[in-house]
């Protein structure tokens, strides 16, 4: 559905208020917490790059590898903390080179999402969308990176919101989740997508009109 000028379009989206936290919301976990201390948050940075492909315009995602750490094994974006001196989008084209071999050169920023915060790791993750003219080599470094694999716009647009119960800390929760071929995306991952499905669909309903 969206052609070659959708970067263009998306970017114009951006730049408009977003739909934030009631998008974000849609796939917040039962239990998470709502209420912090920002000052105790360390900024981080995912990177959403968009490219085509046959044709259709497709995003990367990684699974994580099994660490042991907050996120071990988790579905996420490319991204990572910053380091010292970095602007959020210096942060997110570094971790997407070292994580999945995107060339930082290559990569378009066409605007921001909206900072999510995530207690369970204390950080605040900006999402920084961007689009690369031809289709990244894409590598995944093997310490870091179990998985990589490409999601294509028009699918994840078409997704329905599941909700499953876990038991935890002794009681039961509901957790909503994106089934992204196979793999289940929760969390902040989703949370971020839910706001980026917002504007998709906002994107849409324009093009309708």
């Known amino acids: 559905m969206f052609g070659k000028d959708f ?4 970017s114009k989206m951006l730049e408009a208020p977003l739909p934030g936290w009631k ?3 849609r796939m917040i976990p039962e239990g998470r917490a709502t209420q912090f201390s920002a000052h105790d948050l360390k900024d981080a940075s995912v990177l959403l790059a968009l490219h085509q492909t046959d044709a259709e315009w497709v995003f990367p995602l990684i699974q994580r590898s099994a660490d042991g750490f907050a996120h071990s094994g988790q579905i996420a ?7 010292a001196g970095e602007s959020d989008t210096e942060t997110a084209l570094r971790e997407a080179w070292e994580e999945v071999n995107i060339i930082p050169e290559e990569v ?13 790791s204390n950080h605040l993750v900006q999402p920084v969308v961007g689009h690369l003219l031809s ?10 990176v179990a998985h ?7 699918d994840l647009m078409a997704l329905e919101i599941i909700t499953e119960q876990r038991v935890l800390k002794g009681r039961t929760w509901e957790i909503p989740f994106l089934d992204i071929y196979g793999h289940k995306v929760w969390g902040a991952t989703a949370m971020i997508l839910s706001e980026f499905r917002a504007l998709l669909k906002r994107l849409e309903n324009a093009e309708g009109g």
């Open 108 to 120: 378009i920023v066409i605007g921001k999402l909206t900072p999510l915060p995530i207690p369970v």
């Open 23 to 25: 998008a974000q919301r």
């Open 135 to 144: 289709p990244p080599d894409l590598i995944p470094d093997q310490r870091e």
């Open 148 to 154: 990589v694999f490409t999601v294509k716009v028009q």
């Open 77 to 83: 974006l490319p991204g990572g903390r910053k380091e």
């Open 7 to 10: 970067p263009e379009q998306l």
